[in-house]
């Protein structure tokens, strides 16, 4: 007989089901995927020699969790996928407020009810996806909102006394019986309101206006906190952090492919949305090093951290650029390029915090800086490094496209270019096409062009070429030609 069918409390006697509590729940079924090697935790990059060892540890030990690490590190990403590690359904006195287990009733109301019905009493089976429930602590978050209050609407309908203990409403936590439940950001949570979570975390007690109810609440609970927190707005009470099992530290991706793997992930639908825009691999490469940039970036708080959402936000803008100027230009199908990098800007400058410093060269400018110093890095990855004294004999490798710039007034690559019109116009420098074939032969065709532009962003940063963004593209210029020319 299919367990789920039963539909009252001595059916599922006959069946054969056991009573589990939540953590042994969590822990046998995550026995079982490391026993069958099965990935326990879906679409987490970057964790699985850190992080992820530890929360599985945490969850075999039965230890309440807390997430500790900044933000935009999946921390509530990985508390979402416990639920994975419950059983599909599981059965509930029907009608129970806290999901009594009729094996192990706690409510006043599921005892009641099997002492009335006995075996005849209805249950229901309640599905895993439910189970989870979840709170973002807020300075206004009160005792009632968590734990409970007595409920007058309650008491004067059914017409009992302020003493009877049916006249209480359940708050977030008792409701989440037999479930995960995660309070994001802990630190904001008044110190009042983390005392109140005391007995909960360790006996199981609940008290609600004067009435001492013996709940054993059975409870995975999961906190997330920012380090940040613990100066800025508040901090964790001793007593608590002594109550939660394992303080697990979470990190930001440690390598560019890692990021890059996340940013994929996340952004698939919208680049499956945008098939017509070519995207270089070096692009992508620029663009997650513009988060590793801001990381160390002394004109950003560090403490606040930088999201991973930074890549994600900027390479949808990025394809969203290239796509708007290929439609406007009448190319359905475009490439990216360099210069549509700029429209990724809004995308930097609301996800990091600036220090003084910061805030006094301006965040457009802190963002733009940010991405000439990505392209600066991830140049000499390619190419050999322009040293500032060379001797004599040296030869420089970038004498030639320098030299060439020297000659010319200027160089303009515009946005109203069409894809044909801005090769034509790369073309033209022909120094470009001897750098790439003899650092980077690797590149594809299809790549060349992004990489030509490439080389003349890094020239600006290396302090070879000088650019001036105008509101339609970008032009370069010698740095000393136009001045001697001048005179």
């Not at 270019?417 to 073309?427: A, I, N, S």
Request: aromatic content about 8%.
């Amino acid at each position: 007989m299919d367990i789920q069918n039963s539909t009252t409390f001595g059916a599922l006697k006959e069946s054969g089901y056991q009573y589990k509590s939540i953590k042994d729940e969590l822990r046998s079924n995550l026995l079982h995927k490391l026993t069958e090697k099965q990935t326990v935790f879906e679409g987490i990059h970057g964790y699985e020699y850190t992080v992820i060892p530890e929360l599985e540890r945490a969850i075999l030990s039965k230890h309440n969790i807390n997430l500790l690490g900044l933000r935009g590190q999946a921390k509530t990403r990985l508390a979402r996928q416990m639920v994975t590690l419950l059983d599909e359904f599981i059965p509930v006195v029907a009608g129970s407020e806290i999901n009594d287990d009729p094996f192990k009733p706690i409510s006043r109301y599921a005892q009641d009810l099997i002492s009335e019905k006995g075996d005849e009493t209805p249950i229901t089976w309640l599905h895993r996806d439910m189970r989870f429930s979840e709170k973002l602590a807020t300075p206004d978050v009160t005792v009632a909102d968590i734990i409970g209050d007595v409920d007058p609407i309650k008491a004067a309908n059914l017409k009992l006394s302020y003493a009877d203990d049916r006249v209480i409403h359940f708050g977030m936590i008792p409701r989440a019986n037999r479930c995960i439940f995660v309070i994001n950001e802990l630190p904001d949570l008044q110190a009042r309101i983390q005392v109140a979570l005391f007995n909960i975390l360790q006996e199981g007690d609940v008290q609600i206006r004067g009435f001492a109810l013996r709940l054993p609440l059975d409870i995975q609970f999961v906190f997330t906190a920012n380090p940040e927190d613990y100066t800025n707005r508040g901090s964790i009470v001793t007593p608590l952090k002594d109550r939660i099992g394992s303080q697990i530290l979470t990190h930001y991706p440690q390598t560019l492919e890692i990021a890059k793997s996340i940013t994929a992930q996340e952004t698939a639908a919208a680049a499956a949305e945008k098939e017509n825009v070519y995207v270089p691999e070096l692009a992508k490469d620029i663009l997650e090093q513009i988060s590793f940039q801001a990381r160390e970036s002394e004109f950003i708080d560090s403490k606040s951290g930088v999201s991973a959402r930074l890549s994600i936000t900027a390479f949808q803008n990025l394809l969203s650029t290239a796509e708007r100027r290929g439609l406007k230009n009448g190319n359905p199908e475009t490439a990216l390029r360099l210069s549509d990098f700029l429209g990724i800007i809004p995308s930097i400058t609301g996800k990091v915090e600036l220090v003084y410093e910061g805030e006094q060269e301006g965040a457009d400018q802190v963002a733009m800086q940010l991405v000439a110093d990505a392209v600066k890095t991830q140049f000499l990855l390619y190419f050999p490094k322009i040293e500032k004294l060379q001797k004599q004999d040296d030869k420089d490798p970038y004498h030639e496209l320098v030299n060439w710039f020297f000659e010319q007034s200027s160089f303009e690559l515009l946005d109203t270019l069409d894809d044909q019109e801005y090769q034509l116009q790369l073309d033209r420098i022909e120094p470009l096409d001897d750098l790439i074939h003899t650092y980077a032969p690797q590149t594809s065709n299809d790549d060349i062009p992004f990489m030509k532009e490439f080389i003349l962003w890094a020239m600006v940063e290396m302090k070879k070429l000088s650019k001036y963004n105008l509101t339609d593209g970008v032009r370069f210029k010698d740095m000393y030609g136009g001045y001697i020319s001048g005179l």
